[in-house]
């Protein structure tokens, strides 16, 4: 069965430095990656995807996420954080060449940026 | 503005009734899902339609729990007897059919939040 880890409940940093929120997954065959993030009393918001190609996949909001298949680690990026990027961020996985659609997300990881 | 929209946003019942939650997907989304989210927990698959047919249903669902989308357009989530355990946020999700390059992602909605005295 599949599954994804997001080892930080919290992530702290402070505005214009780099930010790196931790995804790992567990999957049989090859992944799909997704990155979600949640802000308060709103719906989950599409940041990115990895489906294949390129490890280095921008998203929005300057966002990106490199894909290790080594460490099997699917981890999201900025360079330089924003206070508006203060939120709870989701990584998500579904096995390829299966046919199913449903969505594996991790538990969530709370970021925090201080101005 | 042409998200997807659930109904209500908020519901409160007592331990034994029956509710019904709504989703309208974007349209032209011929894919449609559920999810559940408890306090610091990720979402939870419940259960996914291809137009009007159930094609996954997680064990979560129930026999308590029944989704319906008869004209593969809006869907609905009814709970049966709720418990208080049933209390969560309950998303819905829509996308269109993935392509030869891989699945599309899957557009959330508000989503409804169920309480259950």
Same mark, same amino acid.
């Given at each position: 069965?599949? @599954?994804?880890? +997001?080892?930080?409940? +919290?992530? #702290?940093?402070a505005e214009g430095n780099?930010?790196?929120? *931790?995804?790992?997954? @567990? ?14 009393? =709103? ?11 390129? #490890?280095?996949? *921008?998203? @929005? ?16 990026? *900025?360079?330089s954080a924003l ?10 996985? =579904? ?6 659609? *449903? ?13 | ?9 908020? &519901?409160?019942? &007592? ?12 349209? %032209?989304?011929?894919?449609? $899902?559920? $999810? ?11 259960? $996914? ?5 159930? !094609? %996954? &249903? ?18 609905? !989530? ?11 946020? $309950? !998303?819905?999700?829509?996308?269109? &059919? ?20």
């Amino acid at each position: 069965a599949q @599954s994804v880890a +997001q080892p930080e409940d +919290q992530v #702290n940093v402070a505005e214009g430095n780099p930010l790196t929120v *931790k995804c790992t997954y @567990s999957v049989s065959g090859n992944p799909y990656l997704f990155w979600y993030v949640q802000y308060p009393n =709103r719906g989950l918001q599409f940041l990115l995807k990895y489906i294949t190609g390129d #490890n280095l996949v *921008k998203g @929005s909001y300057g966002f990106e996420a490199e894909f290790n298949k080594s460490q099997t680690s699917f981890h999201l990026k *900025k360079p330089s954080a924003l206070v508006s990027d203060s939120a709870l961020y989701f990584c998500a996985v =579904r096995p390829m060449n299966t046919g199913f659609q *449903k969505l594996v997300f991790g538990t969530g990881t709370r970021l925090l940026v201080s101005p | 503005d042409t998200g997807v929209s659930q109904n209500p946003r908020h &519901k409160i019942t &007592k331990r034994g009734q029956n509710v019904t939650f709504r989703c309208d997907p974007i349209s %032209e989304h011929n894919r449609l $899902y559920w $999810y559940r989210q408890t306090l610091g927990q990720g979402p939870e698959f419940l259960t $996914y339609f291809q137009n009007e047919a159930q !094609l %996954e &249903k997680s064990r979560l669902l129930s026999d308590r729990f029944s989704a319906e989308r008869p004209k593969g357009s809006f869907s609905t !989530l009814e709970i049966q007897r709720t418990e208080q355990g049933d209390s969560a946020m $309950y !998303l819905c999700a829509s996308s269109p &059919k993935g392509v030869a390059g891989g699945p599309n992602e899957q557009f959330f909605g508000p989503g409804t939040r169920l309480t259950v005295l």
